[in-house]
């Protein structure tokens, strides 16, 4: 492992049971769940609700844990001439999460282009963890544990938030464990751009 950089998350969902991505900058960015990194002496639920209003301007309320979900670069080499060295692993906490009101408490933080979007028509440019965390919430999953690569992750399937599917949490139908999904390139995410 080269480094650690612990971030939050959420799948933030609103009355009308729609997914808030953002994406990034300018171009070909993806989209992504909106959260950042924890601070030095913040619980991840205190981050989660600081970076999502921060980044999006919304207020949330935290429903529970998702599950844990760490991006490795499985494939890393060594450093080369020209190349700083591996991307660091990243460990996401991620939460299911609801708006509190009709429109954003403040204003968002720069550079962030929101977009609510179905959770069956989700963009093509998607972060695999972005896709990985928005299916498990939609099947009602808690406590889920991935360790994913930065390859991309299935379609989302075309549930609504809070209706369930499955066996166990963190588990499938017959009980197996779930496979993993995962997020893009540190710098291609909320949690990590920060």
Do not use: K
């Not at 979900?69 to 939460?95: I, N």
């Not at 009709?102 to 440019?125: I, N, Q």
């Not at 808690?142 to 379609?155: C, F, I, Q, Y």
């Amino acid at each position: 492992m080269s480094g650690l950089t612990w971030a939050v998350a959420a799948v933030v969902s609103d009355d009308a049971g729609r997914v808030l991505l953002c994406r990034q900058g300018r171009g070909e960015r993806r989209w992504a769940l909106p959260g950042g990194r924890l601070r030095r002496d913040e619980s991840p639920a205190a981050a989660v609700l600081r970076d999502i209003r921060a980044e999006t301007g919304w207020e949330i309320r935290v429903v529970d844990l998702v599950g844990l979900y760490r991006l490795s670069d499985r494939g890393a080499v060594p450093p080369t001439a020209g190349r700083c060295g591996p991307l660091p692993d990243v460990l996401v906490h991620v939460f299911r999460a609801r708006v509190t009101g009709a429109a954003p408490a403040a204003d968002p933080v720069g550079g962030c282009h929101l977009g609510w979007h179905a959770p069956a028509e989700l963009p093509d440019a998607v972060t695999p963890i972005t896709r990985a965390a928005v299916t498990d919430a939609l099947a009602g999953r808690s406590g889920v544990l991935r360790d994913a690569g930065r390859e991309p992750a299935r379609p989302a399937a075309a549930l609504s938030l809070g209706e369930t599917r499955g066996g166990p949490s963190g588990h499938g139908p017959g009980g197996e464990p779930v496979a993993p999904g995962q997020r893009a390139e540190p710098g291609d995410t909320p949690a990590a751009r920060r």
